[in-house]
């Protein structure tokens, strides 16, 4: 009798413990007191808060596309007229010419050359950046060519000193300004998908989830 006792006191022991260890049914499962009150502050925050209007990708790529355009038209404006420049300077030619005509319809200055191997020659004067010199007819000045192609010739105080390229820092600055915005705006679309989730994130306080479980977690106050 006294080993049946003893089986029977284990049984109903090891019965108890196992019912205590089992998890309670996720349809009984609240949260608690802490954690609901928190839940409900976030809530009145957000009631309180007007949900800024999300920014679309769609301005971030035409921001990033615009600021690739930009840089496209620097190079462009930049690197011609810097080669032209150095070639000159490393291999250029000096002479004098005289101003035969000027028109700025469509902007030009055609110069003849009055010295050197290429004398009597007509030429027009290269630009920078689309930028001529402030040249009249009848007018004397010193030129630099490139002795094997006539055609890409500078006034000479050009070719020492090129002039402030303001076509390509306006243009430089406009890819700046796009990507800043680029950046701007992607951080402002991360900063209201952190502080505002979609309503589906949210959760239903109707249908509370198990731990555990792939629910967004409250915000901390």
Known sequence: MGFDKKAALFHG???????KKQRRPPDNYQLSPKAERARQAAARVAALKPHPQLPGLRVVW????????CAGMVLVLWLPSRSLVEDLRSRGVTVAATVIDVDTKPKYV????????????????????????DAHAGES???TYDPTDPSRILARGWVMDPPANLPTYGTAA???????????????????????????AVPDPAQPQEPGSGSVPLSKL
């Open 13 to 19: 022991q090891f019965t108890m413990n196992k019912e």
């Open 62 to 69: 035409a921001c990033i596309g615009l600021c690739a355009l």
């Open 110 to 133: 055609k110069v003849r050359l009055v010295q050197g191997p290429e004398r009597g020659t007509a030429v027009e004067l290269s630009e920078i950046a689309g930028m001529l010199p």
């Open 141 to 143: 000045i010193l030129v």
């Open 174 to 200: 406009l890819a700046g300004l796009f990507l800043s915005g680029a950046v701007a705006v992607t951080l402002r679309r991360r900063w209201i998908l952190r502080t505002w989730p979609p309503d589906s």
